[in-house]
């Protein structure tokens, strides 16, 4: 079995900063490249930012210079430093890990972690 369990979202008005935690546990290998994805009611789920296990990052044109995503490959975790919201970047946030195990390599996703940008 794989866990991926995210954290850290809430209500912030705009301007303000949140920071969400994800976590993989269970029986594998390796974690390959995280990932923070975001979908908002009636629009598909779309990536925010990504991390290789090297530490290689990407974002989406529309979080550059306001997100920040980062990992801890010893303890099985990436964040994501959120700067400067607003009322557009409210979404379910939701962590995925791409996980090298025994019984096979894949993606697996977090329940999702709901951040509110509003006054």
């Known amino acids: 079995q794989v866990q991926v369990v995210e954290s850290g979202g809430g209500l912030v008005q705009p301007g303000g900063s949140l920071r969400l935690s994800c976590a993989a546990s269970?029986?594998?290998?390796?974690?390959?490249?995280m990932g923070w994805y975001r979908q908002a009611p009636g629009l598909q789920r779309d990536l925010v930012a990504s991390?290789?296990?090297?530490?290689?990052?990407n974002y989406a044109d529309s979080v550059k210079g306001r997100f920040t995503i980062s990992r801890d490959n010893a303890k099985n975790m990436v964040y994501l430093q959120m700067n400067s919201l607003k009322p557009e970047d409210t979404a379910v946030y939701y962590c995925n890990a791409v996980i090298v195990a025994q019984t096979g390599n894949g993606g697996y996703w977090g329940q999702g972690t709901q951040v509110t940008v509003s006054s």
């Open positions: 991390i290789t296990s090297g530490g290689i990052t």
């Open positions: 269970g029986n594998f290998f390796r974690i390959n490249d």
